[in-house]
């Protein structure tokens, strides 16, 4: 029966797609019609109930062109497919679609050499070992040591669905060792930060953390403590909005959190982010990506709170065209305000790459951007002429592991121009401590 249902479909199926991905519009003439079967291909070491529990389209039920087009965001959002090719099959004779799902899995697990690059100390590299699918369960762990204009050891970890499927699991431990030349001290710290999150639905979740901060100075006088070492425990807790059509490269749908949390131990004061994103799409290729970031602090800063954690302006994550060692000590403070907007031109779509033996997707974009970034303390008057613009163009490349790695061309006051490079997209790596 499986033999015959073979040949059938190989004889007068209409193919899905030529090259790998998903087209709703192909399918649309098989809305309703019943699902005989639902086939996985290609998947040789992710476990197949990683994969099931990302699909809704169920044999015996009609099949739905939205909820298929759901199941391929969801396979694709947990990042370990190279390329995902979705084809539906009418039956012969029977009235009845077959649905296939076809896989090229990245390497679960790399060897590499990790570079990082910040403005303020520049390049360093180390030995590095990453997994995005760790013994097929899709669970991403990586560890790495660098060496250079830092020392810093990392271990983190992102887990998809556990013990249901509405539970997930983000992980980050750091240990740093490098000269902040903005506060001028020399930085050891410590920062532990795990989140759980609970799902509500596919596009709203809500998540906490109980966390751990150690700060060491070499210099008296920058912690809060007098012997030069602070220590604070962490909890926050956050609300999400989540309606992108991909985590990786979004091209529409909105991005919304609230977090709200605070430190205590040497010092005491409550935190809050707002963080809004839009993805609009525009012409095929074509996204205007836009963010607004408000972050406040409360206390008095060298009392409650320390200068270290004070937000700077300037440089890759902030407000491109500047230099985040001169504009950071002028334009500084507890509280934070980040507008971005940017247009991004896909010049090379996600697509699978084979090197050697291994497959990896990456893809490319052009991007046109401006910046406005403002910072104050809570005793300093918030004036909006205080705030910088910057704009100018780059280069995105979408790549696994990190997302997208940017290299920008800034332009700030009096047309200075800057060079730029950061990785994770700009939304995200404006929420970092250190960016």
């Not at 790495?144 to 431990?173: D, H, I, K, M």
């Not at 205590?264 to 935190?271: E, I, L, S, V």
């Not at 990785?423 to 929420?431: E, G, I, N, P, S």
Request: negative net charge.
């Amino acid at each position: 029966m499986a033999l015959a249902r073979t040949i059938a479909v190989l004889v007068i199926c209409l193919p899905a797609m030529a090259a790998a991905g998903f087209g709703p519009s192909l399918y649309q003439q098989y809305e309703g019609r019943v699902v005989a079967s639902v086939s996985l291909n290609g998947a040789n070491v992710t476990k197949s109930h990683v994969i099931w529990r990302e699909i809704e389209t169920q044999s015996g039920q009609p099949l739905s062109v939205e909820t298929l087009q759901d199941d391929f965001t969801r396979l694709e959002n947990l990042g370990i497919f190279a390329s995902i090719n979705v084809k539906v099959y009418a039956e012969a004779g029977h009235g009845r679609v077959l649905v296939g799902f076809d896989f090229v899995e990245m390497p679960w697990v790399i060897p590499m050499l990790k570079f990082k690059y910040t403005e303020q100390n520049g390049w360093s590299v180390g030995p590095a070992l990453s997994s995005v699918n760790m013994l097929g369960y899709g669970v991403s762990l990586s560890a790495s040591v660098v060496f250079g204009g830092t020392t810093q050891a990392v271990l983190e970890s992102r887990g998809p669905w556990f013990t249901t499927n509405r539970l997930r699991y983000n992980f980050r431990a750091a240990l740093l060792d490098r000269y902040d030349t903005l506060n001028e001290f020399n930085e050891n710290s410590l920062e532990f930060t795990p989140w759980l999150s609970y799902f509500f639905n596919p596009t709203t979740q809500f998540g906490s953390m109980i966390g751990y901060f150690e700060m060491n100075s070499d210099v008296d006088g920058k912690t809060l403590s007098d012997d030069n070492r602070d220590q604070f425990g962490r909890a926050a807790v956050a609300g999400i909005y989540d309606s992108r059509n991909s985590w990786r490269n979004p091209t529409g749908g909105w991005w919304t959190e609230l977090e709200m949390g605070g430190y205590f131990g040497d010092g005491n004061w409550f935190q809050a982010n707002l963080d809004f994103r839009r993805w609009q799409p525009l012409l095929p290729h074509h996204t205007l990506a836009m963010g607004a970031l408000f972050s406040g602090q409360t206390g008095t800063v060298g009392v409650d709170m320390p200068e270290y954690l004070m937000y700077r302006m300037g440089g890759a994550n902030s407000i491109r065209g500047y230099d985040i060692d001169v504009l950071g000590r002028e334009l500084f403070g507890q509280n934070q305000t980040i507008v971005t907007a940017e247009y991004l031109f896909e010049v090379l779509p996600l697509q699978q790459w084979p090197v050697l033996n291994w497959a990896f997707s990456a893809g490319m974009q052009v991007a046109a951007f401006a910046d406005y970034g403002n910072a104050w303390n809570n005793d300093d008057a918030h004036a909006i002429e205080r705030g910088k613009f910057g704009g100018g163009f780059g280069l995105r490349f979408l790549v696994p592991g990190i997302n997208v790695a940017r290299v920008d061309i800034g332009f700030g006051e009096g047309g200075r121009v800057f060079f730029h490079f950061g990785v994770w997209d700009k939304f995200t790596a404006q929420r970092l401590r250190l960016r």
